[in-house]
């Protein structure tokens, strides 16, 4: 049996069907992550601890417990703290480092035990690669090495979330977790030809999660369908005491509406299951720099789903524009704080020869973080100094606000917005490294959201004449995940563009 090839849904049928065992799909895609070590998505196995879980996990079904979740496999983005991996956020700052606690999406998703009872028993099969501490939109940053993309083994597989957004496309692992902080879940998965969902902010808990930028984090599901992100979404969504951003209301079922009408919670009209749903398109979603073969691949879902019953609007988001020059200040500032931890002290890399404690500090961090993090802390630093804070920092944080009220303005004539996820299908490895500023525009569609605290996913709509994945961008306001979920799953329910394998991939 092909399990790669299968949903999340389908395999939790096969578990209860007794088709297969958690221990069975567990050595499966084990074995396959050895041989499809090219694509470099993972960055650590440990097949005995992967087994052991498994193994748990067969018998809590075996004695009537468990959910739908319990025995599948998982990975996790190495930005995830998890005990008997190691947890590098692709790093060579944190190259050796274990943890000794899981993160609590970690926690949330694995075996139940006394402190977290009604935990999804999920099989973690490892950690995978990711830009450094998130930093990057083609997970070329990586101190372990790029990740390719199954598509086409010469293009970048999307960044920071690449590693999972490449395990899932080659059928290493059924699902994986991801975290977005300016797209980085969202824009894997649509170069990868998968879906991804970045719930709104607070919704999934931050504990244990390596931090980049604490008010734009956030962590979410990739996956083949929306239906396995909304599976997911529910495991992982839940109110942490641990994390002070974390909602007070945030565990909820994801799925409930998934095979629901827009309008009625039966659907009489079949054929127009999204009748009375307002889309809008932004203008300035689809002006220059918007390549055409994604622009026709993104119009062609807005017209599947208007053809669903769906109607379409135009709107106008006036400040989307500035939404990249807003987060690269932003984001270096609350990085350059957050990284001020990884010393050479208490734990991390520490450089091996030093006089005096400036040293050590000069040398571990010149030694432990790659190009693209310092060029970040530089310019966080630069903009939380003496003289600059008003000039730079407390501009961007109300222009942050404007960008927020414009999404307000935009949802009193719509109920999603939608547009493309990235500019361009996946580009060739190394076109954009020399040239940061070519590579940050690669987000111009997805900072915005994170700015505003927004829900948003990718859907695959389309290939280009190169054969490479094309994502549509949906967008909702606050909390409204799963009516995300729910256009995502119809949509797909008359498409099969998720479906679609790599043809690398056997």
Known sequence: MSWHVSTVALLSKALAAKQVSSRELTSYFLERIAKGSRWNAFLDVNPALSLAQAEAADTLRASGLGGPLTGIPVAHKDVFVTRGWHSTAGSKMLENYQSPFDAAVVARLGMPDEQNPTAAGMVCLGKTNMDE?????????????AVLNPWNPACVAGGSSGGSAAAVAAGLTPIATGTDTGGSIRQPAA??????????????????????????????PIGKSAEDCAWLLSAMSFHDGR?????????????????????????????????GLRIGLPTEFFAAGLAPEVAQAVEAGAEQLAALGATLCSVTLPKTKLSIPVYYVLAPAEA?????RFDGVRFGHRTAQYSDLQELYKKSRSEGFGAEVKRRILIGSYVLSHGYYDAYYLQAQKIRRIIATDFQAAFQHCDVILGPVAPDVAWPLGAKTQDPLQMYLADIYTLSTNLAGLPAMSVPCGFNQNNLPIGMQLIGNYFSEARLLQIAHQYQQASDWHLRQPSEVA
Do not use: H
């Open 243 to 275: 994390d002070s951003t974390s909602l007070a209301d945030s565990g909820e079922d994801y799925s409930r509406y998934l095979n629901q009408g827009w309008s009625e919670p039966q659907i009489k009209n079949v054929t127009k299951p999204l009748s």
């Open 191 to 220: 170069l990868c030809g998968l879906t991804g969902i970045k719930p709104s902010y607070g919704r999934v808990s931050r504990y244990g999660m390596i931090a980049y930028a604490s008010s734009l984090d956030q962590a979410g």
């Open 336 to 340: 350059s704080s957050n990284l001020s």
């Open 133 to 145: 501490f998130a930093m990057g939109s083609s997970n070329e940053n990586s101190a372990f090495g």
